[in-house]
C-alpha cells in the first residue's frame, strides 16, 4: 500500500505564490509518474501536471509558464511550484502516483481570493 501526504495549501492574494508537497510512502515499487490534478466547486477533477519517472513533465494549458512540477526521487516527493496565482486557480489540489497501481491523497485546498 502507498500513501500520500499533501502539504503547503491555503489562501493566497491573486499574482502570489504557492508551494505544494506530495510525500509518498509505503510500498514503493518503480514509480512510473507522479503528477498534481485538481478540482473546483462543481467541476470535474482536472490535470494540472504531470511528472514521469525520467522527468519529462506536462501541464495544463492553463497553467503553462505559471505552475512547474518537480520531483525528488530519493525523497519520493513531488512539487508544485504556483506562481501568478489566479482566482480560477482555487480548488482542492490531488497528488497522484502511478506504479503497478494508481493512488491519489488526500487533497489540499488552495484559494486564490481577487
Known amino acids: 500500500q502507498v500513501q500520500l501526504v499533501e502539504s503547503g495549501g491555503g489562501l493566497v492574494q491573486a499574482g502570489g505564490s504557492l508551494r505544494l508537497s506530495c510525500a509518498a510512502s509505503?510500498?514503493?515499487?518503480?514509480?512510473?509518474?507522479m503528477a498534481w490534478y485538481r478540482q473546483a466547486p462543481g467541476k470535474q477533477r482536472e490535470l494540472v501536471a504531470h511528472i514521469t519517472n525520467g522527468g519529462s513533465t506536462t501541464y495544463a494549458d492553463s497553467v503553462k509558464g505559471r505552475f512547474t512540477i518537480s520531483r525528488d526521487n530519493a525523497k519520493n516527493t513531488v512539487y508544485l511550484q504556483m506562481n501568478s496565482l489566479k482566482p480560477e486557480d482555487t480548488a482542492v489540489y490531488y497528488c497522484?502516483?502511478?506504479?503497478?497501481?494508481?493512488?491519489w491523497g488526500q487533497g489540499t485546498q488552495v484559494a486564490v481570493s481577487s
Open positions: 509505503g510500498s514503493i515499487f518503480s514509480i512510473n509518474a
Open positions: 497522484y502516483l502511478s506504479n503497478s497501481r494508481t493512488y
